[in-house]
């Protein structure tokens, strides 16, 4: 079993390949990987016709079982608050009033989900596929080994790595069986992502009740995640024949959907009944005022949204800074140990708003910039601020209105481990610290008033450094992982 040794994880995994056995392990991984759908296009000479592997851990990396099952557990409780919040309009709004007037994007969301709400919303079900993310985090105590969960975000548009969590762990048990440890191969734990995900997106689509309708997956002009994009497509194929999928980016729905006479999304002559994005949750997203018409188009029609706009406004970093405050939750659930589970998990969130809470938060940041980081209303990675940069950018800031588009959280510092990093484009591998960070899915569809389907549906790891700040796959920074519970 795996030991803590103040902040550190000891993997069980006996491993002391060097040399040419090495090389020639990782060169066949890396083979396998490609073969079996663990790849992504290259940002630095992208080709529709080519794919590089994803990088990822040459082992799976060392994380609790009780840690593990109580997030799993928890997800359908997020779920259902992620769902609660959504359809609270006055929550929303309140919440967001301030962050509104100093971020321009997330203005102009809340200004689509305003016309909507106003005209009345055509499509009262939504459908969620949410991921919500957390690291372990070190006791207090350097000579206890406790660890404890904290919630780091959670996301509510282009949830992605349906497929590459998967995936990674059928690349960590080809490893151990290649390097003779198959009794470590029931220590990870099966991961049902790829299929729960699409199945929640079959479901909306037999909801909405039209058998020749499409789903509509809302993509990037340039899709790098290629893999995790089309697995989904294709795994929704497998388990509904009639349901076919199309592609379009935002430009090309600007361009060319309209509205039926019933609101029907009708796009190059087919009907919509999903619209799945995986865009336009960045301002880039909409270099036109075009693809912001497109978005609103699609929030005013009659197909299901995954997310609604009220979904995605729901996942704002805003929105998570104020479910942390005080007596938040108890206006949104009602069972005390419920409300106490979530509370655990939360880390210090803080408020930069112009008032006396917004100051001390500031005071703090600059005093003591290693142990915050500075999360602005954007998802996506490679957007946060850390360390010294903190501190700069606080002060730059701190008499401003713009400080209100930002929040302030309680750095999380987890256990490191050892393990192999294989990356493209590097002769050898990387014998490296790491820590890593646990994505939890959940699926949930219903209205304002119900909740018809609410499952948790996989989950994924990825690891970084332990001295990098951004751990995103698909940014560049992190690595595919798959947990080893212990």
């Known amino acids: 079993m795996a030991t803590t040794e103040g902040s550190r994880f000891q993997n069980p995994i006996a491993f002391d390949y ?10 066949k991984t890396k083979d396998w990987a490609l073969m079996h759908g663990a790849g992504m296009r290259s940002k630095n000479n992208y080709s529709d016709d080519a794919l590089q592997f994803a990088p990822f851990t040459l082992l799976p990396s060392v994380f609790p079982r009780n840690e593990f099952h109580q997030v799993v557990q928890m997800q359908t409780v997020f779920n259902e608050l992620i769902h609660k919040v959504a359809h609270n309009r006055q929550f929303l709004t309140d919440t967001l009033k301030n962050t509104i007037e100093a971020d321009e994007f997330t203005r102009n969301l809340f200004k689509i989900y305003e016309t909507v709400s106003n005209e009345g919303i055509t499509q ?137 006479k019933k609101k029907e999304l009708l796009i190059d002559g087919m009907e ?71 509370r655990k998990i939360f880390t210090g969130l803080y408020s930069l708003d112009l008032d006396a809470e917004g100051d001390a938060a500031v005071k703090m940041g600059i005093e003591e910039p290693a142990k915050f980081v500075l999360k602005p209303q954007r998802e996506g990675g490679g957007n946060n601020v850390y360390g010294e940069n903190i501190r700069k950018v606080l002060q730059d800031m701190q008499h401003s209105e713009e400080r209100k588009a930002w929040i302030l959280m309680e750095r999380i510092f987890p256990p490191v481990q050892k393990n192999v990093l294989v990356r493209p484009g590097e002769k050898e591998p990387m014998f490296a610290d790491i820590v890593s960070e646990l994505g939890i899915f959940g699926v949930i569809i219903g209205d304002a008033d119900h909740i018809q389907v609410n499952r948790q549906a996989g989950h994924m790891l990825r690891s970084k450094l332990s001295n990098a700040d951004e751990g995103g796959v698909a940014a560049g920074s992190g690595v595919l992982d798959s947990p080893l519970l212990v």
């Open 124 to 260: 009262r079900s939504s459908l969620g596929i949410l991921r919500s993310d957390y690291m372990l985090q070190n006791s207090e105590y350097p000579y206890t080994p406790f660890l404890c969960q904290k919630q780091v975000e959670i996301n509510t548009i282009a949830s992605g790595f349906g497929w590459l969590g998967p995936v990674s762990a059928h690349i960590h048990r080809f490893v151990l069986q290649e390097i003779g440890q198959t009794q470590n191969i029931n220590q990870l734990p099966e991961n049902n992502a790829l299929t729960a995900l699409c199945q929640g997106m079959v479901d909306a689509w037999k909801l909405y009740g039209k058998k020749d309708a499409v789903i509509l997956f809302i993509v990037e002009d340039m899709t790098y995640n290629i893999c995790d994009h089309r697995f989904h497509e294709f795994e929704i194929q497998e388990l509904e024949p009639a349901a076919k999928v199309v592609r379009r980016n935002l430009t090309e729905i600007g361009k060319h959907a309209s509205l039926g």
């Open 18 to 27: 060097k040399g040419r056995e090495l090389i020639d392990l990782v060169q």
């Open 272 to 342: 919509v009944a999903l619209a799945y994005y995986r865009s336009g949750y960045a301002p880039v997203q909409y270099p036109s005022q075009l693809e912001w018409d497109a978005r609103l188009l699609i929030e005013r029609s009659l197909a299901i949204k995954c997310p609604s706009i009220q979904y995605h406004l729901a996942g704002t970093k805003k929105v998570q800074q104020v479910l942390a405050s005080p007596n938040v939750l108890e206006r949104l659930l009602k069972d005390e140990d419920t409300i106490k589970s979530i």
